[in-house]
């Protein structure tokens, strides 16, 4: 049974898992709440002890061909856009690897005329003697087309499902590829065939009531287990953050939720990695880190070129598709427009220092290629 049958079933037919975890995500009292977050700490220690994997996002491209309504990048938002070349993309990479990372994760928006089989394949060869993982959130492909990125180096996934909700998709997916739910619904499964060891999922907390989106994202984590059983599974649980064309969430999840949401996750699913990025300040993300948390991201930016500012002399806008002149004055200094805005800003010194003085150890380096050269 395909993942997308399992998950129009679910208002009928749920795992025991499941119902476990749809009964810890219902309402709790305030110390039902501190019962739930004593068991997530707990297994937390069990099974990663004290440590924290951090990773940043490397954005490559905002170039995009889907209109979606939440994201930045959509195809009709008359931003500045950029696609880094491979040399720029070095520099950006290089600099992550002066501030300690050695987890990139690679970002770019899905137009195939800029952000191509090749061209990912180019940028992991050229940044793989600088990063022991790289990891990719691209617009989904067939299994054949990921074979020859993860061959130069990559060796993670990351596709958010955005929502579960078949209708409120189809709502905000207003056109181009982004548009096939099973499509992208399937996508982990394509990679973890190709080879990825690492599969990353998610959803974006404002689209559907944060319940509803939260089971069909553990069942989507529970059929992951289940068939891709050899790749280390991690689930993000971001809240969506302001984005150029002014989307205006239709639904809320207080830090009160996303705390439970995170404790239920982890108690559920003891084993699987949770990822907490800088869409939340500074304060929250300390404060939920030993809940659950296992991976963050630090001093992200989410522009291409926005570490060095490479790609500053090929900015160009976008108008409903169409490529025009940018409109701004000789000599003044602007950037490609980011996907969302960030919360947390500090740097990654600060996030490593402030992760020590809560007695966790930052972790920049968990996995090296020679672990399985021949």
Not at 17 to 31: Q, V
Not at 46 to 51: A, P, S
Not at 60 to 82: A, H, K, M, T
Not at 222 to 245: D, F, M, N
Request: glycine fraction near 8%.
């Amino acid at each position: 049974m395909s993942f997308a049958q399992v998950l129009d079933n679910l208002p009928l037919q749920k795992s025991p898992l499941l119902r476990r975890f749809a009964a810890l995500t219902s309402a709790k009292s305030d110390a039902e709440l501190e019962t739930l977050a004593q068991q997530a700490h707990a297994l937390t220690l069990k099974n990663f002890g004290r440590t924290m994997r951090l990773f940043a996002p490397l954005y490559l491209s905002n170039e995009c061909i889907n209109n979606c309504s939440y994201c930045g990048f959509s195809r009709d938002n008359p931003i500045l856009r950029v696609t880094l070349s491979v040399e720029q993309v070095v520099a950006e990479g290089r600099y992550l690897a002066r501030e300690g990372f050695r987890h990139v994760l690679l970002v770019a928006g899905e137009h195939p005329k800029f952000v191509s089989q090749n061209y990912l394949a180019d940028c992991v060869r050229a940044l793989a003697p600088e990063f022991s993982s790289i990891s990719i959130e691209v617009g989904p492909m067939e299994t054949a087309d990921y074979v020859p990125i993860i061959q130069t180096g990559a060796e993670g996934l990351v596709v958010y499902q955005e929502t579960y909700n078949r209708e409120t998709y189809a709502d905000l997916h207003t056109s181009g590829p982004k548009r096939d739910f099973n499509w992208r619904l399937d996508c982990a499964q394509r990679g973890y065939d190709a080879g990825f060891r690492r599969l990353g999922i998610g959803a974006l907390f404002g689209l559907c009531h944060w319940q509803e989106e939260a089971l069909g994202l553990a069942a989507h984590a529970e059929y992951l287990l289940k068939h891709c059983w050899q790749a280390q599974i991690t689930v993000s649980l971001p809240r969506l953050r302001p984005a150029a064309g002014e989307f205006h969430p239709p639904f809320s999840m207080t830090d009160r939720e996303l705390a439970q949401l995170i404790c239920a996750f982890r108690v559920t699913f003891p084993e699987v990695g949770i990822v907490l990025s800088t869409r939340e300040r500074a304060a929250l993300r300390d404060a939920l880190a030993p809940l659950g948390v296992t991976m963050m991201s630090a001093g992200s930016h989410t522009e291409p070129g926005g570490y060095t500012r490479q790609g500053r002399d090929d900015l160009h806008r976008t108008v409903r598709g169409r490529i025009v002149a940018p409109e701004f004055e000789k000599g003044e200094d602007l950037q490609a427009t980011g996907q969302f805005e960030i919360s947390d800003g500090r740097s990654p010194a600060e996030v490593a220092e402030a992760l020590r003085q809560r007695g966790f150890e930052p972790v920049w380096k968990d996995w090296d290629a020679s672990l399985v050269a021949t």
